[in-house]
């Protein structure tokens, strides 16, 4: 897993946009009422930009990086999601581990920066992290993808959920050392590969061992009503990419999808996805299984599904690991699709 310091650098995932009031009555002149609904109707906010979010980002890492928790009280989301291991941290967990992180932060660097709008309330931010850490006397991974979701609360935009993935060679992943973090433990490599695998199933950030210390396993985290049927449609996929399917995948899918696998590599849009698991897809896989579900509703048409995903078989030769997946999945029409997809090694 990744230094506790970058983990919080972007952060993502989950908030509630405040409701409109119910229009006036409609008494006497309707005209002059509707006049005066709309003089005082508050204009919903604007949809956020790439510069904003990016914006938002900078200050979330400068915080980390001066051991500001009291910033990411306001920052945060309630339902604040970290992704990376299979584990929840609270919102005060997240607070607690930045004001006592033992890490020193000399520079970084964004680039590649990349968003996507899920639904009116929510959106979603992926950009490459250069930066000169050390933690506890040792150099932190370098660089990193960061995933993180935002959603509307009131007329601000709030971190939600978030994780990262080292950039590495599949064929020469990095070494483990004794005290590195949990990414690190389990480096990513060809056999960690998942349904997304040989494009790259997804590693992630994960915190270090203090923080995972406080953490509680996924499947105790409490589940939203759409559970069930975010389940089905992830279980759709993994079957879809286990018979390199792409015709399945056109109902599977949002008409915009990223998604960034297990060795940092990023794919931008719907056609890089299914190619990635249809075309692209070397593996030999015999079954799949998506277990330990819950979900976290983001908005009326925006959730995220934690799960574990498992595979018989092979990538390239190498045994299929299984995974932590995240996956926000956004409604179109009456539909679930999957959007903004992430997944980490699982031990």
Known sequence: MKRIGLFLLTLTAAALFAACGAPPANTGNTAVNTTNSNANAKPAPAAPTLATLKDLETKAFDAYKNKDGKFFEGFLDEKFVMGGTGQKMSKADVVKAISEHKCEVKSTTFSDEKMMQLGADAAAIVMKVDTDETCDGKKSPTPVISTSVYVRSGDT?????????????PKAPPTVTKNAPATNSQPAKPAESNKMANAGSNSAYNTNSNSASNSNSMANTSSGGDTDALMALE????????????????????????????FGNVAGSRADVIKMWTA????????????????????KDVSLLEFKGSADGTCEGMKVKPVWGYSVYVKEGDAWKGAFLVENPAS
Do not use: Y
Request: negative net charge; aromatic residues 12%.
């Open 280 to 299: 692209d897809n070397k593996c030999e896989i015999k079954s799949v299984a998506v277990t330990d579900g819950s979900s976290v509703s983001f908005a």
């Open 235 to 262: 279980k759709r996929g993994w079957e879809a990419w286990k018979a390199k399917d792409a015709a399945a995948f056109e109902s599977i899918l949002a008409k915009e999808v990223i998604f960034v696998d297990l």
């Open 157 to 169: 935009w709030k971190g939600a959920f978030h994780d990262e993935i080292p950039v590495v060679d």
